[in-house]
């Protein structure tokens, strides 16, 4: 089987209205900035909610499509987005964090509020064991990995004198 054109392969095409939008795949820097808001999040830890981060949530799964979409799409009556620039926003992040199968599924049915009640239940129980407990420190790996948290109890090595090899 031949290879498809890049663009092919990586572009998002969504139909809404009649209209196809053509969304940018995310850049790896947005991924991340996501999933390390996620993390922190899981952790208890407080993230921004505020209006400003949903707007930057939204740029960074939607791209240039976003004003184009907003252009097209009314505001909810209530003021907040159009839902399906919303569905589209975690389309997109579905299609760069697990692929296009899962991501014409979110589009299709959109996030089962089951899974997301089951999720915010895991994170808050979470949260709450690591609030109560006496946490151990965090290292990060430089190998792209994720942190690991390494026992308060483990030894450390000492640092090597300036002749030995």
């Known amino acids: 089987?031949?290879?498809r054109d890049w663009e092919?392969?990586?572009?998002?095409?969504?139909?809404?209205?009649?209209k196809t939008y053509t969304v940018p795949p995310m850049a790896p820097a947005a991924l991340l900035d996501i999933n390390l808001t996620r993390e922190a999040a899981a952790r208890g830890e407080q993230v921004d909610v505020?209006?400003?981060a949903d707007e930057k949530?939204?740029?960074?799964?939607?791209?240039?499509a976003l004003d184009v979409m907003r252009a097209d799409l009314p505001k909810t009556s209530e003021g907040g987005e159009h839902p399906a620039i919303v569905r589209a926003a975690y389309t997109a992040l579905t299609d760069a964090e697990i692929g296009r199968d899962a991501a014409e599924y979110m589009w299709e049915?959109?996030?089962?509020p089951e899974?997301?009640?089951?999720?915010?239940a895991a994170a808050a129980e979470a949260a709450s064991k690591r609030?109560?407990?006496?946490?151990?420190k965090v290292t990060r790996s430089t190998n792209g990995s994720k942190?690991?948290?390494?026992?308060?109890?483990?030894?450390?090595?000492?640092?090597r004198s300036p002749g030995r090899k």
């Open 115 to 120: 899974a997301l009640a089951a999720g915010m």
């Open 57 to 64: 949530f939204l740029r960074q799964t939607l791209g240039a």
């Open 1 to 3: 089987m031949p290879f």
């Open 131 to 136: 609030s109560t407990s006496n946490p151990s």
């Open 50 to 52: 505020s209006a400003e």
């Open 147 to 159: 942190p690991h948290r390494r026992p308060s109890s483990a030894k450390k090595t000492p640092p």
């Open 109 to 112: 049915h959109g996030p089962s």
């Open 8 to 18: 092919q392969v990586t572009a998002l095409e969504l139909p809404m209205y009649g």
